[in-house]
Structure formats: structure tokens, C-alpha cells
């Protein structure tokens, strides 16, 4: 059973620093495609960066220059660095995995992957 938690959201003020975490279990975790989706109010669901198995990452507009994600096969663990954070970055943020890689051009579409973690709240503060 495939399991995605999350940990490492919060609140922090406009300009600061989050790193999310995502523990994964349950399937091999370096293969496939893993990324981080978030959800504002009212909003729907959309893409922030995702990564393949190769390690080659792809970013929404919204996040370029800004957020960073990585992956630690040995430790299982996705992550999200995200810097310079500011209230419109305000979300409920989701890992996702699927066992495989879907064209690259949509590996920022949800429903693209089969897995999903629980979501950590993510406020950027003014």
C-alpha cells in the first residue's frame, strides 16, 4: 500500500522560508514521477514542480527561481524548498507520486498521478 505523508508546513511572513517534506512508502521510490501540487480556497488543484526518476525537474511559472524540489532516494523522502514565500503562495500543498512518467509536457497535471499525501497548510503572511 502506497503511502505519501507530508510534513513541514506552517505559517511564515511574506519573503520567508518553508521546506516541506514527503515520506513515501509502500512502492519503489525512485522510479516514476513524484511532485508538489497546492490548493488555494476556492481554487482549484495545480502544479507547483514535479521530478522524474532521473532527477530532471520541472516548475510552474508561479514557483520558477523561487522553490526547489529535490528527492533522497535512501531516505524515501521528496522535498519542497520554497524562499521568498508571499501570500498568494498561500495553500494546502499535496505530494504525488505515480509509478510511472507521463509526457513531460503534462507531468504538472493532477490527474496524472495515482498517488497522494494528506496536505500540509502552507500561509505566507503579510
Known amino acids: 500500500q502506497v503511502q505519501l505523508v507530508e510534513s513541514g508546513g506552517g505559517s511564515v511572513q511574506a519573503g520567508g522560508s518553508l521546506r516541506l517534506s514527503c515520506a513515501a512508502s509502500?512502492?519503489?521510490?525512485?522510479?516514476?514521477?513524484k511532485g508538489w501540487f497546492r490548493q488555494a480556497p476556492g481554487k482549484e488543484r495545480e502544479g507547483v514542480a514535479v521530478i522524474d526518476s532521473h532527477g530532471r525537474t520541472r516548475y510552474a511559472d508561479s514557483g520558477k527561481g523561487r522553490f526547489t524540489i529535490s528527492q533522497d532516494n535512501a531516505k524515501n523522502t521528496l522535498y519542497l524548498q520554497m524562499n521568498s514565500l508571499q501570500p498568494d503562495g498561500t495553500a494546502v500543498y499535496y505530494c504525488a507520486a505515480d509509478r510511472e512518467c507521463r509526457a513531460w509536457w503534462s507531468l504538472l497535471l493532477s490527474r496524472n498521478y495515482d498517488y497522494w499525501g494528506q496536505g500540509a497548510q502552507v500561509t505566507g503572511s503579510s
Open positions: 509502500g512502492y519503489t521510490f525512485s522510479s516514476g514521477c
